[in-house]
């Protein structure tokens, strides 16, 4: 004689199907999200316009700052001259605060 347990037919207890169908479209959600890269940042804190001169994957471009105002560059790694003539690499995720003709990364 075979004894039949009450709850054979469902073996995990709960309705996994709904909780995996959850925690794949977070998981794509996850990996979407972590494609998109961050930006270096540089902010102008000086009374006149500064530029800065970036090589990003072999281009140079001149980013020309007024007075005050921030800009969002350098989103996958890049070289940039500051101001004073200083060379830095960049990651992507810095800030560059220029103030009173020179430049400070944070």
Do not use: W
């Amino acid at each position: 004689m075979q004894r039949q347990l009450p709850f054979a037919g469902n073996r995990g207890g709960g309705d996994t199907g709904n909780a995996m169908k959850r925690f794949l479209i977070v998981l794509a959600a996850l990996a979407a999200t972590a494609g998109s890269a961050v930006s270096a940042t540089v902010v102008n804190k000086d009374s006149e316009p500064r530029t800065l001169v970036v090589t990003e994957g072999g281009n140079k471009t001149e980013l020309s700052l007024n007075p005050g105002e921030t800009m969002e560059f350098c989103a996958s790694g890049c070289f940039v001259t500051l101001p004073n003539g200083d060379r830095e690499a960049l990651t992507g995720a810095e800030t560059i605060e220029i103030k009173n003709g020179g430049a400070s990364i944070h």
